[in-house]
């Protein structure tokens, strides 16, 4: 089992309370949200994935998590976004078996 029943009660409460303030908070703070529910789950889950899916969160996530955070440049958010979205789906063809060229 990768989370407790603990950990996805919490990483559960955490989208629920976002979702709820996020009706009253700026439209950009929705991706910021979901970034930080992305680094709650990465930290939960980190000690008990593969050292690729480790590298993932260590790495690509994390950069952009943080970055995210502290600044507001949205030249290079969309761009930083699109790269971790890469990295996610180069993870997902690797840890599946995945055919690279079928669509």
Do not use: K, W
Request: negative net charge; contains cysteine; glycine residues 6%.
């Amino acid at each position: 089992m990768v989370l407790s029943e603990g950990e996805a009660l919490e990483l559960l409460a955490f989208l629920v309370t976002a979702a709820r303030t996020q009706v009253e908070e700026a439209p950009e703070y929705g991706p910021l949200r979901l970034l930080t529910a992305a680094s709650r789950l990465a930290d939960l889950v980190g000690n008990r994935v593969s050292p690729e899916t480790r590298a993932l969160l260590d790495g690509p996530l994390r950069d952009v998590a943080i970055g995210a955070v502290r600044t507001m440049d949205p030249a290079a958010y969309s761009p930083r976004l699109d790269a971790l979205c890469a990295a996610v789906a180069e993870l997902l063809v690797g840890h599946f078996g995945l055919d690279r060229n079928r669509r």
